[in-house]
């Protein structure tokens, strides 16, 4: 057994593409070893796989590898024996088989096959060296990575990568692989901090030195390390501010720590005039534009400072020009908001509005002037909508929201900070004067922005933000531009999960089936849209409330339409319910019977129609398992339906899970597919009416039932 160790070095990456980067070519790299059957007995990923990532090299490194594969020995069967020899003698069909097989004629044994007796060798196929392995099937995994975008740097060359490869270190204890990609053969040399480091190359000794002498070159490898040096190193130096805190933003933290490899934090200030400026404004400055983290004093307001995360150590020396740097680049950029604050409100929102008419939404659906008016009409169709549903909305508002959401798409500031487009427009509403609901409405159309993101703060700003995406959805696969694979370039998958989010959070009395009716222009397109939509909820159920596939299938399975206002809430609620319950035993025996029903019922083409009654009176005085269940199983229906009804999918679910015994005493004494025509149909009758009478919450089938 061998540690093993490969890292690749690359002109730097975007910071957007280094963490899927690392966990693909760890994954890529495990499952290389695994199927060459070279990852040893009781091999652990969690404990014996490591990847590592900087904004110039991807890692990984593997413990206890074979050197070594096993020889494997098979024994294949060849031609019939009385193909193989005629009058005894070996023919040209058994000395090809001894050849392929790798022994001699005398060698070959005869066994005995239901077609006949046929030729038989026992061969031995030799086990490869690990590092032969390595070096013919690594390139094939590391060419494979996926990137958004790819590059060619060498003129006639077919690999295309990331970024240009500079070197590679491939090391199987402390013997070289030279596995060869992209011009490079690897070596053990690798190289430090671009900056901090000599610049020359060093030897990597052995794979289980690669972290030590990394950081004796200035470079932390391992993303968690260097991540929590930057959360202490933001701690620490926010200190020296007094009764200040820096603003926590995971985000930025994430993409700070792959910007870097040896991270030193440096506070800076700026004037505190520029505190007049709204903070949306000066956070996205810094934030976007120059990745510092903001500073909240002691009253949670933002402060006059800032945090910049460097890719090079602070020294006393370097500190203070590097800190008088970046001041002057961030005055800068605060200048450029400014002036575009105080020009752009020369003109209204309201006299902007026309202006909308030369922006281009999309060439085959107009301009944006085009859009607002569909927005508008979808917008007050919903509305009606969920006020016949008992909610409130200011229509008024809601309609002049809906004309002024898009007007500050032709400002100079959301032009030059177009991350701040729907906020600026709700700023600039604001500070001219025009009502809160409306400003609110327009400042919050675009939460959430991720599945992380809150949902807007008013019914009108939820449905301005629920009717500008589904115009933008229903357009689109009107277009048939729907997305696909891996691919969604209009970023319709977003704005469907940000719809299923706001009905979910929002509480707004409002189905997709409206939604859908009143955007869709035809009907091939509303069925594209439900179909698009009910994938969205399987992906917020599983995704956003963490549940587990297969309670997801189920609960969907029980989803039949999605006319139902709350139904994301009703679709998350019963969701819970079965998650709660599922551990039970009797929940479990209950859900395989289910299952089990439901096989029987399909192999005998049994179809229940919604109206077909059923007659008590032929189970009247009878004690058979078949009767029990049948009195059992209504019984507990009739309690179920209530509890269905008002929402207390728990109750419901443990009541269910009651017929236990009886459904199990039932399998046990029962044949359901009795010769007699008339006993059958009574039983499937029976099995297909339970199955009925405890739908609708989930279809307790689709649940896995462990062991």
Known sequence: MADFLFEIGLEEVPARMIAGAEAELLRRTLAMLGKEALLGEGFDPLTDAKSFSTPRRLAVLVRGVREQQADVTEEVTGPAVKIAFKDGVATPAAEAFARKSGVSVGELKTVQTPKGEYLAATSVKKGRSAAAVIASELPKEVAAIYWAKNMYWRAGKPERFVRPVLWMVCLLGDAVVPVEFAGKIAGRASFGHRVMSSGEAFEVVAPE???????????????????????????????????????????????????????????????????????????????DHQKYFAVDDASGKLAAHFLAVLNIGLTAENAPIIKQGNERVLRARFNDARFFWEFDQRTPLAERVKLLENVTFQKDLGSYAKKSERVRELALGLADVVSGAGANVDTAALEEATQLAKADLTTELVKEFTELQGVIGG????????????????????????????????????????????????????????????????????????????????????????????SAKDEATAEKMR?????????????????????????????????????????????QAVTAVRGGEDFKAVSAAFKRMKNILAQAGFALDENTGYAMGGYEGRDDAEAVLAHKAFGVAQQVHPLRESKAYVEALELMAT?????????????VMDPDPEVRKRRLMLLALIVRSFSGIADFSEIVVAG
Not at 541 to 562: F, P
Not at 660 to 667: I, L, Y
């Open 659 to 671: 017929i236990r015994p009886e459904v199990d005493a039932f399998f046990e004494a029962v044949m």
């Open 531 to 575: 179909g698009f939509f009910r994938e969205r909820m399987e992906f917020y159920l599983r995704e956003v409330e963490g549940q587990a596939y297969d309670v997801v299938a189920a609960v969907m399975a029980e989803t039949k339409h999605l006319a139902a206002k709350n139904a994301v809430e009703d679709a998350v609620a019963r969701a």
């Open 427 to 518: 700023l600039y509403a604001r500070a001219q004067g025009v009502s809160q609901v409306v400003s609110d409405a327009i400042y919050d159309q675009y939460m959430p922005a991720s599945m992380d993101d809150g949902v807007p703060r008013s019914v009108e700003g939820a449905l301005l933000g629920i009717a500008d995406r589904a115009d933008t959805i229903a357009g689109m696969f009107g277009l048939g531009m729907e997305p696909t694979g891996s691919k969604d370039p209009f970023a319709l998958r977003r704005a469907a999960n940000a719809i299923v989010k706001i009905l979910g959070k929002s509480g707004l009395p409002l189905g997709f089936e409206p939604i859908i009716r009143r």
């Open 209 to 287: 030195s690669y972290v030590a002498q990394l950081e004796g070159e200035y470079v932390i490898a391992d993303v968690e390390v260097r991540r929590q040096k930057i959360r202490k190193a933001l701690d620490k130096v926010t200190r020296d501010v007094a009764n200040a805190r820096w603003r926590e933003d995971e985000a930025l933290v994430d993409a700070v720590t792959h910007l870097t490899e040896w991270p030193d934090v440096l506070l800076g200030e700026f004037e505190g005039a520029y505190l007049e400026l709204p903070e949306e404004v000066l956070v996205t400055v810094m934030r």
